[in-house]
């Protein structure tokens, strides 16, 4: 499988990987891996393509309802694909913390202990959030709960890895979005190269590095900015809604073996 395995520094108990669009069972213009139930795919060639991630990991992968906010749910054995939520953590085997993307941001942590992992779908929206509280430090919040006392000082023990992502030559918006962000952080400036039209092209991945440092988190693999993992230049390996309009999915995936 041409399938993205995170390189760091995790417990060999912390399992994870991000497909991309290949090796599945979905025709044009969802070929082939397409992941989501909800893009206008057939669902048998979904439901087939889910079961193929299934047997390749050995666990259940839980997908999320994902609206770009910022709510985050627990997995235990009685949850179920479906949740309404873009961020999901587990301190429990059996059960693959699961976020789809087609140019947002997968976010994946655990921390050197193996004692919780998570992931998160950063999208601009729900990376900026409201009043300071977005998707990152949503996740943060449950996750530091589930690794107990001292959690929050121990964050520089926390491991985040990024996955592929619109990259920061292809993802032009407006005003309003860099606003979201500069008002919040002034160092946020550094992430966006003005435009002609009063448009800026934006660096995701550099927002949510930005984001991560701020809440204490150091240790940040995968993706960097750089060519190769952005998903709308790249159309035979990533699918990208920003480039083709109709798309399928692609997940990333964090479990505990």
Same mark, same amino acid.
């Given at each position: 499988?041409?399938?993205?395995?995170?390189?760091?520094?995790?417990?060999?108990?912390?399992?994870?990987?991000?497909?991309?669009?290949?090796?599945?069972?979905?025709?044009?213009?969802?070929?082939?891996?397409?992941?989501?139930?909800?893009?206008?795919?057939?669902?048998?060639?979904?439901?087939?393509?889910?079961?193929?991630?299934?047997?390749?990991?050995?666990?259940?992968?839980?997908?999320?309802?994902?609206?770009?906010?910022?709510?985050?749910?627990?997995?235990?054995?009685?949850?179920?694909?479906?949740?309404?939520?873009?961020?999901?953590?587990?301190?429990?085997?059996?059960?693959?913390?699961?976020?789809?993307?087609?140019?947002?941001?997968?976010?994946?942590?655990? $921390?050197?202990?193996?004692? /919780?992992?998570? &992931? #998160?779908?950063? +999208?601009?929206?729900? *990376? !900026?959030?409201?009043? @300071?509280?977005?998707?990152?430090?949503?996740?943060?919040?449950?996750?530091?709960?589930?690794?107990?006392?001292?959690?929050?000082?121990?964050?520089?023990?926390?491991?985040?890895?990024?996955?592929?992502?619109?990259?920061?030559?292809?993802?032009?918006?407006?005003?309003?979005?860099?606003?979201?962000?500069?008002?919040? $952080?002034?160092?946020?400036? /550094?992430?966006? &190269? #003005?435009?002609? +039209?009063?448009?800026? *092209? !934006?660096?995701?991945? @550099?927002?949510?590095?930005?984001?991560?440092?701020?809440?204490?988190?150091?240790?940040?693999?995968?993706?960097?900015?750089?060519?190769?993992?952005?998903?709308?230049?790249?159309?035979?390996?990533?699918?990208?809604?920003?480039?083709?309009?109709?798309?399928?999915?692609?997940?990333?995936?964090?479990?505990?073996?």
């Amino acid at each position: 499988m041409d399938w993205l395995v995170p390189q760091w520094p995790a417990p060999p108990r912390v399992r994870a990987l991000c497909t991309t669009r290949t090796g599945g069972h979905s025709a044009a213009p969802f070929d082939s891996l397409n992941l989501g139930n909800h893009v206008g795919d057939r669902p048998s060639a979904v439901a087939a393509n889910r079961a193929m991630l299934q047997r390749a990991m050995g666990v259940s992968p839980i997908f999320l309802t994902q609206v770009h906010g910022t709510q985050t749910v627990r997995l235990t054995d009685a949850t179920d694909t479906g949740a309404e939520a873009d961020a999901c953590y587990t301190d429990r085997g059996g059960r693959a913390c699961t976020v789809m993307v087609a140019d947002c941001l997968p976010v994946l942590l655990t $921390d050197q202990r193996g004692s /919780a992992v998570a &992931a #998160a779908h950063a +999208g601009w929206r729900g *990376l !900026a959030g409201r009043g @300071g509280v977005g998707v990152l430090e949503s996740v943060l919040s449950s996750f530091d709960q589930t690794r107990g006392a001292g959690a929050t000082a121990d964050r520089p023990n926390i491991l985040a890895w990024l996955g592929p992502c619109i990259g920061p030559l292809a993802f032009e918006v407006g005003a309003d979005v860099r606003e979201a962000f500069v008002s919040q $952080d002034s160092d946020a400036a /550094a992430m966006f &190269a #003005a435009q002609p +039209g009063n448009k800026w *092209l !934006a660096d995701l991945q @550099g927002l949510t590095r930005l984001r991560l440092r701020a809440l204490g988190i150091q240790q940040i693999y995968g993706n960097d900015g750089t060519g190769a993992w952005c998903t709308v230049s790249q159309p035979a390996r990533y699918f990208s809604y920003r480039r083709d309009g109709v798309s399928g999915r692609m997940a990333a995936c964090i479990w505990l073996a």
